[in-house]
């Protein structure tokens, strides 16, 4: 599976991963050491609870190193006559002007104007050409978007 992400997001989740195999580990198994010294590990909560911090750790870390492993890296998409992911696309709704960027689901955040190429809207946005409009389907009805500008 890959994973659409920015640069800037890819370096969060680098630092994330190393945080998480040097510190985060080092922490976990110092509780680990700690619990196993209070004695009978079937009744002790210490050591329960930080078996299950360790399993969260180490899982967290194989899905950050899936997302490194399979990332593709979103680059600016400056010129492109139609919209495709990391594109800025600037839209009229309803004569409201708003502005998205397509980022991969990893990265989205719709009240940043971040959203994903896999939403409804995302979905419907790749591909057009500037001057286009694109009807949406949504909860509330059907919306329509007129394609402004696409940065």
């Known amino acids: 599976m890959d994973y659409y992400l920015t640069p800037e997001r890819l370096e969060e989740i680098k630092a994330e991963l190393s945080e998480l195999k040097t510190k985060k ?19 002790n909560a210490e050591y329960t609870e930080a078996r299950e911090e360790q399993n969260q750790v180490e899982m967290r870390i194989v899905e950050l190193e899936d997302m ?8 600016k998409s400056a ?10 696309v600037e839209v ?9 960027k397509i980022v991969g689901p990893e990265e989205a955040r719709p009240e940043a104007g971040l959203i994903s190429n896999e939403s409804p809207l995302g979905k419907n946005f790749l591909g ?10 949504t909860p509330g009805g059907e ?9």
């Open 79 to 88: 010129g492109k006559d139609n919209v495709q992911i990391g594109s800025t």
């Open 92 to 100: 009229e709704k309803n004569g409201n002007r708003l502005k998205y």
């Open 25 to 43: 580990r080092i922490e976990v198994a110092e509780r680990l050491k700690r619990a196993k010294e209070l004695g009978d590990l079937s009744e």
């Open 143 to 151: 919306s329509v978007y007129k394609i402004i500008n696409i940065e």
């Open 128 to 137: 057009k050409k500037k001057g286009e409009s694109v009807k949406v389907k």
């Open 68 to 75: 490194v492993k399979n990332a593709v890296v979103i680059q």
